[in-house]
Each structure stands twice: as structure tokens, then as C-alpha cells.
């Protein structure tokens, strides 16, 4: 894969367009400080990957600042060929709120590019820092990378994945059912214990219950439980015979108390003198039919006359005159007052009428008079025609020239706009008082209109009411009397015929009651005596009450019997049904325990291959730091810096562990191990040490991306190493196939690199890229070196 151009616009310090050649094997950049040159890396790296990772670590808004200060919209384009995808772009497009595009690499190479092909300047000095931070959730670069050139993702799942069989309480956690089954098998010993005294409790109550039934029963404590069954399913045989004696005793009690209760109302109710109630109903009768036939006929007669003429009801009968009356009086009375209340309503609403009558007249006067008025406002449309004109003139007039007929005001006393104002006035008032004339024509026509509305509304006069209903609300109540009396004959004929009525019904209860009282006294077995009926009654319920609480007293004995036994069966097959729960939780508690045993003979197993895996893979990574980066890193630092005799190195992993532990040391030429290099070394060689690690990351492993792209990469170098540094850069370009892109900062330094780079054969190239500011204006110049040949010198020339 191979960079081919880079196009960019307003991005950063660069304003304006700019087209990079990148398809040589080398390409140097040089200019000032702000000129540009970490800007243009920026933009490459944006269109490789999509982000420019040391600003995004800054924070703020991103698109402000790699926009162009000034411009709302800017572009990077990145070209490489790809041997797979042919011609392959990154393209993104920016303006002060965000960044759209597409980067050229895919996600892996993304993460290749960052980390083993380019090195940003701001990188370098913590290169080494950032490489060696440890942790168990610390992946570096260089971790990544020893994993990926070791193959250590399989082992380091198998170590992950057994990491918890190194304790007992992280291997419960991993597993879903270990701390289940320990609670399980917790609860089950605690649920055995339970039973136990549970199942030891019910034979103590089953033992207690038994000695109830032998007391119920008046057995012996010898007899066995059976036999109590036996008794009790006898008692049990009897209790519904028992139970149907104290239904029928029952029965038997609730007539007895009917008996005596209707014997208590019937002795009240009969009266001493039966004689007296027969002459009672003859004397009240004879007494209301000679009222009836005398003067309540002449009542009815004209009580019917009125209610039929006057309300067209039907007639009524004598005994109906007493309710019907009272109706008619009230019908009579509320007749009269709708009378005096209509009455009233027709006069008030007459005088109202002739009121709204002399309002009509008042405004028919007044409609004449303004109607008058107005005939004599009317405006001519000649007048209407000189209105306008002169409204249109007056808008013309500037002095005292008329501007119709040009001839001057001869009046010196009054301008010519003051003349023309005055005629308009008079023109103008005589149309508005026409105007308010009609206003007021239409006010009074609308007022009119209202108050024949008011008339119409009114309820049309009619003769007053003239009917008697005074007199005859006067004549009904003249009767009153006459009718109290009849009422009051009525009822005593009602109250003695009642009591007629009452004294043949108790005489017949009477007989009814002792007939059942000595049905009772038969069925009860009981002999009859002489008493009274109410004293035969009571004797009768003593007798049963007495032997319902017998029957009572013997059907409980015998529930409390049947309940005691059901109670003790009850509680023999609850402890039963505990020992046989109790003997299933012991199997399966026994069942558990096995499980837990066999699963932590697993969990030895699984920490014993951990451990196996740990020291096999601390045996890896230090072959790979020991064989490989170390040797790789030491022939480069040395390359570097020849005259250094403390060579940077990665200490050994001794102890078998999860995590890559990364740490540097030095190394004397007799093998002697010293301190870190940051310790050991001076700032420049530091820095040094760390591009040359950079290097053999890049170096150690095949890439698709051979790439090596450099900004400032020589800090605190001096001349021989910088020297070493071209050389080394020579070989990467040239002999090993790479490309390499680095931006400096010194002109002395960048005439240099271009020396010691330029191609000496026709297969080598170089970009010289030059970036310098004018006006304010980015100026960028390109020139692309190649292999010239010389020609060979004849004889001819060297004469």
C-alpha cells in the first residue's frame, strides 16, 4: 500500500488550497515554526484514520479548531494505492460545527498506522512512559504488540477464563449455581433441624390428645386407640338420632311459645260484656244511615252538582263525601286566586300598552321633524363635484397663483390657500350635518321599531274573569259542619263493627290454641291436668327446654369425642408426613454435599492448569522481549548512538502473572543491569531510545502499511546522530521499501536530510516539501528529485 498525494484546504495554519505529492520513497517538510508542517501531518493522519488523536486528548471543539481561522469550510483528501483495492481516498469535508467524511484505512489499520507507523512530535517525549504503564486493565501499544507477535490471545482466554479458580470466592462468583447450591444445601440442614423438632413436637401432641379421648370417653389408659375409634363411631351412630330429637324438640318449643303468646293478646282482646258489642254496631248503624238519608243527601247532591259543572268530575258516593270534600274546597280556593291573579296581570299589562302607545306617537313626530330637516340638508352633485375638486386643488397650491387658472389673488386681505380652505369649510359642514342628520333618522326608525315590539309582545286584552268561585268556596264551607258530623257518625260505625269483628275471631283462636295445646301434651307424653291453658303452656316449655340441654349436653360430649379423635388421627399422619420430609431433605442434602465436593476438586484442577499456563506464557513474552524487540531495539539504539555503552532494554518477567508487566532497564556491555533509561541517560539519548523502540515495533512484525512518518523527529540530536539517523532512514527508504514522510524544523538540518536522501540510483525519489507565509497567505513549494545520471567526460573534454 503505498501514499500517493495529500489535498488540502483551510485546515489549520493552511489557508487555501494545496496539492502534496506523496508517491516518493522520501518526502521532507520544512518551514518556520507555524508555518504549517504539523498541520499537514495533521491532515494526513485525519484522512487516514477520521481523528487527530493528540487535539481530541485536548478537548474543545474539534471542527473550530481544525478549521481555518476565518473560513466556514475546509477539506483533506488523502490518495493511496492499495495492490487489493486499487486507488483508495480519504476524504473529509469540515465547517465550524462538524466533520464529515470517511477515512482511507479500515479499523485494524487504523489502529497499525497510530501506533507503529506515525510518530506526532508532541509523542515522542512520552513514548517510553506511555509504552510501560501497567495494570490489569492496561493495554499499550507494546502490549498489544507482544500479544499479536506471539499468538498470546488463546492463552491469555485460557488464563482469563481459570483466573477465578485461584480462589475459592471468585470461583463462586463465576459460577451461577455454587453459591445457590452452598444456600441450598445451608437451607436444607437448616429445614432437617426444623422437621425434627417439628415431627418431635407432634408426637408429644398426639400423646396428649390421646389422653383427652381416654378421659371423654371413660376408657382405661390401657385401651387401645382402635378401640376408642370403635366407641366413638358408635357415639357418632346415636348423635344423629340425637340430633333429630333436639330438631323436633325444638320444633315443639317454638310452638309452645306461639301458644302462649297468642293466649297472652287473646285474653286482652276479649271484652268483658259481649252483649254490649252486639248493641254497639245497631246503635252507631241506625245512627249514620238517618244522617245519610237526611241531610248527607242534600250534601252529596250538591257537591256533585258542583264538581260536575265546574270541573266536569264524575258524581261520588256518601261514603266518598268525607275525602272528596276537603279536594273540593282546595279546588274551589285555588281557582278563585288564579282568578284575583289574572285579573291583575290584564290590567298591568293594558296600562303598559297604552304607555308604549304614546312613545310611538312621541317618535313618529320627532322621524317627521328630522325627515323635514334632512330635505333641507340635501347636497347637489354639482356641490359634491366642487368638494373634490377643491380637496384636490388646495394639495397645489404653494402661493397665491391659482393653479387652474393661473390669474393671482387680487384680495391681499385673505391668501389664496385661505380662500380655498374657507369655500371647502363651508362645503364640508353642510355635508356633515346632513350626515348626522340620517345618523339620528336611523336612531329614532330602530327605537320605533323596538317599541312596536314591546306591544306586540304584550298578552291581548281580554274580559275579565267573572265566575263565583268566591261563593262557592263560602257555600262548601257553610257545610263543614254538617259534614264533621257525618264523618264522625261513620266512624264509630266502623270502630264498633271492628270490634264485633275481633271478639268472634279471638273466641275461635281460643278454641284453636287448646286443641294444639293438648296435641303437644300427647305427642310430649305428658299427662293433661286441670290448669289453665296458659299455666298447661308453661309447664309444656320447661319440660322441653330441659330436655333439649340434655340432648345438647350429650351430642357436644360426643363431637368433642369424634373432634379429639380426628384431632389425634390428624396429628399421626403430620408426623408421619415429617419424618418421611425430613428423610427426603437428608438425601438430598446428601446429594449436595457430594456436588460441592466434586466442584471443588474441579476448581483445584482448574488453578493447577493456570499456573501451568502463567509460567508458559511468562516463558513467551520474554523469549519475544529477550529474542526479538530487545535484540532489534539494541542493534537500533546503537546504530543511533554507537558511543553509548548504556543500552535500553525490557526486563525480564520472572514471576509467572495475568498481566504484561512492561519495564525498562539498562544494560552495560559487560551485562551489568542498571536503571531505567530515563534515569540513566541524558534527555536527547532518552529521546532517542524512544524512536529507536519505535522503529523496531515498526520493524518486528510484516505490515501493509509500510509507512513511517515522522514530525521533528530529531530533539536534542546532535550532528553524529543525526547523521547516524539519515542513514538508518536511508536504509528503511531504499532498501527495505518504506515510506517515509518527516517534517523539520531547522533549514540547516532540512538541507542536510536532503543531501544525504537524495537518490543515487534511477529506482530511488525524493519530495522536497517547503511550506512558508506571506501576507498572512500559505505558500507551499514542491520539488520532486530523481536520479540523474552523469555523463562520462571523453578525452576531448578533459583536454
Not at 499537514?40 to 487527530?52: N, Q, R
Not at 485461584?166 to 429445614?191: F, M, V
Not at 330441659?546 to 388421627?569: D, F, G, W
Not at 428423610?583 to 454435599?593: G, R
Amino acid at each position: 500500500m503505498k501514499l500517493k498525494s495529500l489535498t488540502v484546504t483551510n485546515f489549520r495554519s493552511i489557508k487555501g488550497t494545496w496539492h502534496i505529492p506523496l508517491d516518493s520513497q522520501v518526502v521532507l517538510i520544512h518551514g518556520p515554526n507555524g508555518a504549517g508542517k504539523t498541520s499537514l501531518l495533521s491532515a494526513l493522519e485525519l484522512a487516514s484514520t477520521g481523528d487527530v488523536a493528540y487535539l481530541k486528548e485536548q478537548g474543545g471543539n474539534l471542527p473550530q479548531v481544525l478549521l481555518h481561522e476565518g473560513n466556514s469550510h475546509g477539506q483533506v483528501k488523502l490518495t493511496i494505492e492499495s495492490p487489493d483495492k486499487g486507488r483508495v481516498s480519504g476524504d473529509f469535508t469540515l465547517d465550524p460545527t462538524r466533520i464529515l467524511g470517511k477515512p482511507a484505512l479500515s479499523a485494524e489499520e487504523r489502529i497499525h498506522f497510530l501506533e507503529r507507523c506515525f510518530l506526532p512530535q508532541t509523542a515522542l517525549g512520552r513514548l517510553l512512559e506511555t509504552y510501560t504503564a501497567t495494570g490489569k486493565q492496561v493495554d499499550t501499544a507494546l502490549i498489544r504488540f507482544v500479544k499479536s507477535i506471539i499468538g498470546l490471545e488463546d492463552l491469555d482466554n485460557l488464563i482469563e477464563g481459570l483466573r477465578t479458580s485461584g480462589h475459592i470466592n471468585r470461583t463462586k462468583a463465576l459460577s451461577s449455581s455454587w453459591k445457590p447450591t452452598e444456600q441450598k444445601a445451608e437451607k436444607l440442614s437448616d429445614q432437617r433441624s426444623e422437621l425434627t423438632l417439628r415431627y418431635e413436637e407432634q408426637q408429644r401432641q398426639v400423646a396428649s390428645t390421646l389422653q383427652d379421648i381416654r378421659s371423654l370417653s371413660g376408657s382405661d389408659d390401657d385401651v387401645s386407640i382402635e378401640r376408642m375409634y370403635e366407641f366413638a363411631a358408635n357415639e357418632q351412630n346415636h348423635s344423629r338420632d340425637i340430633d333429630n330429637s333436639i330438631s323436633r324438640l325444638e320444633s315443639v318449643n317454638s310452638r309452645l311459645s306461639g301458644i302462649r303468646s297468642e293466649l297472652q293478646s287473646t285474653r286482652q282482646l276479649i271484652p268483658n260484656d259481649v252483649d254490649s258489642v252486639t248493641d254497639g254496631v245497631v246503635e252507631t248503624k241506625a245512627g249514620f244511615e238517618k244522617w245519610e238519608s237526611t241531610t248527607g243527601l242534600a250534601i252529596i247532591k250538591r257537591v256533585n252538582e258542583i264538581r260536575n259543572e265546574y270541573f266536569g268530575l264524575a258524581p261520588i258516593a256518601s261514603i266518598q263525601l268525607f275525602e272528596e270534600y276537603k279536594s273540593l274546597v282546595a279546588s274551589l280556593e285555588v281557582s278563585h286566586r288564579n282568578q284575583i291573579e289574572k285579573n291583575e296581570l290584564l290590567k298591568a299589562a293594558d296600562n303598559q300598552r297604552r304607555k308604549l302607545l304614546k312613545d310611538v306617537a312621541a317618535l313618529d313626530s320627532n322621524i317627521v321633524v328630522v325627515r323635514s330637516r334632512i330635505s333641507d340638508l340635501v347636497v347637489t352633485p354639482d356641490e359634491e363635484n366642487l368638494t373634490e375638486v377643491l380637496e384636490g386643488a388646495i394639495k397645489l397650491i404653494s402661493d397665491n397663483v391659482c393653479p387652474v387658472c393661473d390669474q393671482e389673488q387680487p384680495d391681499k386681505t385673505e391668501t389664496l390657500l385661505e380662500l380655498v380652505q374657507r369655500k371647502l369649510n363651508l362645503l364640508t359642514n353642510g355635508k356633515t350635518a346632513l350626515l348626522q342628520a340620517r345618523n339620528e333618522l336611523d336612531t329614532l326608525e330602530t327605537r320605533l321599531k323596538g317599541v312596536n315590539t314591546q306591544i306586540l309582545a304584550l298578552p291581548e286584552v281580554e274580559d275579565y274573569l267573572d265566575k263565583p268561585w268566591a261563593t262557592l268556596v263560602e257555600e262548601m264551607t257553610g257545610l263543614q259542619s254538617s259534614i264533621l258530623e257525618g264523618q264522625k257518625l261513620y266512624q264509630r260505625l266502623q270502630e264498633s263493627t271492628v270490634r264485633h269483628q275481633q271478639f268472634a275471631s279471638d273466641t275461635a283462636r281460643k278454641e284453636i290454641t287448646g286443641r294444639s295445646l293438648r296435641e303437644i301434651q300427647s305427642e310430649l307424653n305428658v299427662p293433661e291436668t286441670e290448669n289453665d291453658l296458659a299455666r298447661d303452656a308453661e309447664l309444656l316449655q320447661e319440660i322441653v327446654t330441659q330436655r333439649i340441654q340434655e340432648a345438647a349436653a350429650r351430642k357436644k360430649n360426643i363431637k368433642l369425642l369424634t373432634e379429639a379423635l380426628s384431632v389425634a388421627q390428624s396429628l399421626s399422619e403430620k408426623a408421619s408426613s415429617l419424618r418421611a420430609e425430613r428423610d427426603s431433605v437428608q438425601v438430598q442434602l446428601d446429594e449436595l454435599d457430594l456436588r460441592l465436593s466434586a466442584a471443588k476438586a474441579r476448581k483445584d484442577s482448574a488453578n493447577d492448569i493456570r499456573k501451568s499456563a502463567e509460567r508458559v506464557r511468562s516463558a513467551l513474552i520474554n523469549k519475544v522481549f529477550s529474542d526479538s524487540l530487545n535484540s532489534l531495539w539494541s542493534d537500533l539504539f546503537s546504530r543511533f548512538i554507537p558511543t553509548e555503552k548504556f543500552v535500553p532494554q525490557f526486563q525480564k518477567q520472572n514471576k509467572a502473572q495475568t498481566a504484561i508487566n512492561v519495564t525498562l532497564e539498562t544494560r552495560l556491555p559487560n551485562d551489568e543491569v542498571r536503571g531505567a533509561p530515563a534515569a540513566i541517560l541524558s534527555y536527547g539519548n532518552t529521546n532517542t531510545a524512544a524512536l529507536s523502540l519505535f522503529l523496531a515495533l515498526h520493524l518486528s512484525t510484516p505490515s501493509g502499511l509500510p509507512w513511517l512518518i515522522f514530525d521533528d523527529p530529531v530533539q536534542s540530536m546532535d550532528d553524529i546522530h543525526i547523521s547516524n539517523f539519515s542513514a538508518v532512514i536511508r536504509e528503511l527508504a531504499y532498501s527495505h521499501n518504506r515510506q517515509i514522510v518527516i517534517a523539520v524544523h531547522q533549514r540547516e538540518l532540512f538541507d542536510y536530510l536532503s543531501l544525504e536522501l537524495a537518490p543515487t540510483t534511477p529506482s530511488e525519489s525524493l519530495c522536497q516539501v517547503v511550506i512558508g507565509r506571506e501576507g498572512g497567505a500559505t505558500e507551499i513549494d514542491v520539488v520532486s528529485l530523481s536520479h540523474a545520471p552523469e555523463e562520462q567526460l571523453t578525452n576531448e573534454q578533459i583536454a
